[in-house]
């Protein structure tokens, strides 16, 4: 993050929205020294800024470093909405950087987003997607599920997924949040957190 000083936290933020090219009301500050001075002359505050364009630069450099380091050749995309952050991935071998299951690229994910919470000392939501992987899975977790809770809403048996990250839990959740008579919990610990779809007679 980039530190400003100014005579007072007006002409600060002005200044640090006008270097990083956004509005005033696109920039999260921390206010790191602040004195009034005598009769308010010679008062200044210095505060660190940023704003998500700042986030997205931090997140495509760290990756760059990681596959410059391993001498992977590798294109990034960093993209936001909503203040979610999601980064796309081609790398020369993309089998390798997912892993099996997804637990390399599920692992990557966990170290950008500590990475970036730790820089901006804040909860930085992230999803790294390699050419197209998790929009796939996404797909066939999905699609399993409904298979599945239509057969609870037939048996009235609740039933449990394997395990799973949380982004498949959560779209899964999302897929089936409409769906009659069926409601999802997250069940288990760690890596063994899996989904239940569970049979609810009061959800018409």
């Not at 005598?38 to 596959?67: H, P, Q, R, W």
């Not at 960093?78 to 690229?105: C, P, R, Y």
């Not at 048996?157 to 839990?169: I, Q």
Request: aromatic share 6%; hydrophobic share 35%.
């Amino acid at each position: 993050m980039k530190t400003y000083t100014s005579k007072n936290l007006e002409e600060l933020l002005k200044e640090a929205a006008a270097d990083k090219g956004v509005n005033v009301e696109d920039l999260t500050y921390t206010i790191l020294e602040e004195t009034s001075g005598f009769l308010g002359l010679g008062s200044k505050v210095t505060a660190s800024v940023y704003c998500d364009n700042d986030i997205k630069e931090f997140m495509k450099e760290y990756m760059m470093n990681y596959f410059n380091g391993i001498n992977m050749p590798a294109t990034v995309e960093v993209s936001e909405e909503n203040g979610f952050f999601h980064v796309n991935i081609d790398a020369e071998n993309n089998a390798i950087l997912i892993g099996k299951n997804g637990q390399t690229l599920q692992s990557m994910n966990n170290v950008l987003k500590s990475a970036a919470s730790s820089e901006f000392k804040r909860r930085v939501g992230v999803l790294i997607d390699i050419n197209g992987y998790k929009e796939e899975k996404y797909q066939k977790v999905t699609s399993l599920a409904i298979r599945v809770a239509k057969t609870v809403q037939r048996t009235k048996t609740d039933a449990v997924l394997d395990p799973m990250p949380a982004d498949e839990r959560k779209a899964i959740h999302n897929c089936l949040s409409n769906m009659k008579n069926i409601s999802t919990v997250s069940e288990g610990e760690g890596n063994q957190r899996r989904l239940k779809i569970c049979y609810s007679p009061e959800k018409a």
